[in-house]
């Protein structure tokens, strides 16, 4: 057992007063007790080094649970505590209230998981789970010895909001923070709102006509008191913190094209740039090989301008037939597929594209009766609400289904030898809903159905830090609990920003990003989570090592500051509304100088000490 | 090896993905080893080479850092955290400790398999290889530590 555990109950921080810990064991309603002794843990515990009470109760999180834990500080003065229950996530954040409740600083308690990480995993070993439940209250209790009161870092909030992009996502984030009352600068780089929306024909499931949904959303943010729209602009410049972020716009104003440029300071920022569709490369299924290669976009442009007919024309040339080939430029296998440009392969499904290639083959065969439908997919994918029904409509309508693997994708060939009027594109591709049969097909136009693809906003993405997953979408802090923040504070995502999503799925973020930004913006000051970096100010020597490790601009400097001799020296500084807290500082630091608020290295030497010390140790004093 | 040896395995788990995952084997009542300890961690980027010797010098004998992978929401964190476990690990080999001791991997919030997998083979492997020689684990830990404080005056120089 390490010295610094064994040397009983003295104070291990600066404070001067003794340790007096208090030990709280639940129950679990039996979720912990029926496997975890906890009547000997209880007892086991009560003789570690500064713990002075130590007890047992049904369900700490319940009223009188908490109650005790108040009770006792305030009874046997106590200065830290231990709560051995379910794992922090759940009562972490309780147990810190229930001890700010009692008059201590909430920062000045630990939690131990010994249920999701004791009872629930060790069912079969009881004497181990009791074992191992000591071993991390004792871990804890080590921990303690070297915590310090933390406050939550309090800065000053610039109470108005950033939207960048004019989608869909944007003009929703916007109204909606406009309409709690906050003001709102929208900045689109194109010369009208709506973003990729403007091109399509109608939305699905609705068929209501896109540019009547862009018109709705439009009116919410045009004229609105709040909301200030900059148009054929760009965000260049950004720097700052949450409630304090530095932006500079530059945009194009007049028909003259004058660059002007606008500089204001937010609270909090909306990313909303949305997403780009995929572009093949040249000849990638003969894509700018033959003209009556397109995208579903360049599609929809053709359907748009075309007039109803028996026949679609393109080009002057009788449509007769066409193949849609799901999937280009999305779940590509590695290989297979030619790599990006960055080297990757885009191994994303794009959610989208498979009700795009049915809503536009069923229209096809509605308003061209005589022009043939062939679909080439890996797996059809109509996750939406009423989305289906555009399967089976276009089954009706007698759209022809192939199914190609993604290791053996479909080739299309020109088919340079066609007497005049034949079919000039040629497929070959193995067919899986039959027995991998090897067909041809000739047609007049294939239609390849692109995917989304990130990059639209490189530049904020390198001067926030912003992390990008490996399909290079902004990555979210966590898919489920914290779906529209990102570990930058006071950034939130709305929409394909993040990935993939179809219009209902994009309002919904944008909806949940003004709520989050609102949230923010809604309090005089920001207030941070205070597990930060931290400077010894004494022990700091200001080699700037830790600097070199930092990868977030300005949150870790050296600064001069001039000592009681009057020399001046370096030393390292920490900017505690810029820096995350990932620690990467921590492990160079010659002088253990610079360490997490909450986390220090003399705080994990002490829990290991606690996990190490031998159970006759722990026990002794009990026999 | 001695007889009845149970390995000390300490577990560095991510508060953003291991740590979750560890939770979510427990809510799916999935069984492993009483002798597997988390400790939850902001990035495992934070721990110098000597808190891992250290912690081998004081009587762990495995330690498996389950870290965010790609996933990790810290920018540049998962790069440096590798090459430091690859400058331990080199460290480790030179001094004849068991490399195998020292496990880096990617677990998510929801990789039931993958954690119980990652335990499972670690006290396969410590049972292999037995418990620590802590003098070496000291000796090499005081060494890094060295290393660390000395690179102070490289910089002044």
Known sequence: MNDKTASGSGPANSSAEPLRIGVYICRCGGNISDVVDVERVAEVCRHLPG?????????????????????DIRNEK????????????????????????????????????????????????????????????????????????????????????????????????????????????????SERLGGQVNRWNRV???????????????????GHPRIEILLRSRVTKISGFI???????????????????????????????GFLPYAPRDGEYAYHQHPAVLTTPEFLELLRHAPDAATLQFQGRPVRSIAFIHCVGSRQ????????????????????????????ALTVRQRFPETEVYDLHQDIRTYGRGHEDYYIQASQAGVIFFRYHGDEIPTVALRTDAPAGAPPLRLTFKDYLTWGEELTLEVDMVVLAVGMTAGTCQSLVEQLKLP???????????????????SVNGVLLAGAVQGPMNIRETLAAAGAAAVKAAAILAKEQVELNPYVAQVDADLCEGTGQCVEQCEYDGALRLVQVVNGDGKARQRAEVNPGLCVGCGACVAVCPARAINLNGWRLDQYEAMVDGLVAEAPALVAATA | MAAGFVPKILVLAT????????????????????????????????????????SFARGIDGILIAACGSDCPY?????????????????????????????????????????????DEMNAKLLKVGPVNRAKARLLQEQAREELRSSAAAVAA
């Open chain 1, 204 to 222: 699905f499931p609705t068929e209501q006509p896109a540019a009547e949904l862009l018109g709705a959303l439009r009116k919410q943010v045009e």
């Open chain 1, 78 to 189: 106590l200065n830290r505590v231990v709560v051995a229950s379910c794992s922090p996530f759940l009562h972490e954040l309780t147990f810190r209230g229930a001890v700010q409740r009692g008059g201590l600083n909430p920062y000045l308690y630990e939690h131990a998981n010994i249920r999701e990480q004791c009872s629930w995993s060790h069912k079969h070993d009881p004497q181990g789970a009791t074992a191992k439940a000591i071993r991390l209250i004792a871990a804890a209790v080590g921990k303690l010895r070297y915590a310090e009161p933390l406050d939550q870092i309090r800065l000053p909030n610039q109470r108005q909001a950033l939207v960048v992009g004019g989608g869909v996502a944007g003009m929703k984030a916007a109204a909606d923070l406009a309409g709690r009352g906050i003001p709102v600068l929208l900045v689109e780089q």
């Open chain 1, 468 to 486: 990008c997953g490996e399909d290079r979408f902004l990555q979210e802090i966590h898919p489920k609990l914290r779906p529209v923040e990102i």
């Open chain 1, 243 to 273: 409630g304090n972020f530095q932006v500079t716009v530059e945009g194009q104003i007049g028909p003259a094209g004058r660059r002007t440029e606008v500089a204001v300071t937010v609270g909090a920022l909306v990313m909303a740039t």
């Open chain 1, 51 to 71: 713990v002075v009470t130590s007890n047992v109760h049904t369900f700490m999180c319940s009223d009188p649970g908490q109650k005790n834990i108040s009770e």
């Open chain 2, 75 to 119: 920018r540049g964190a998962y790069d440096r955290l590798a090459k430091r476990i690859d400058a331990l690990t080199a460290r480790m080999r030179r001094g004849g400790l068991e490399i195998e001791r020292i496990r880096i991997t990617a677990i998510c919030t929801v990789c039931i398999k993958a954690y119980l997998k990652e335990v």
């Open chain 1, 333 to 360: 296998v590695e290989g297979v597929q030619e790599p990006q440009a960055d080297g990757k392969i885009n191994n994303y499904c794009s959610r989208v594209c498979c009700t795009t290639v049915l809503q536009q």
């Open chain 2, 15 to 54: 508060e953003r993905c291991a740590y979750p995952g560890a939770d979510a084997v427990g809510k799916a009542h999935q069984e492993y080893g009483s002798n597997v300890y988390v400790f939850r961690v902001p990035s495992p980027v934070l721990f110098p080479e000597d808190f891992y010797l250290g």
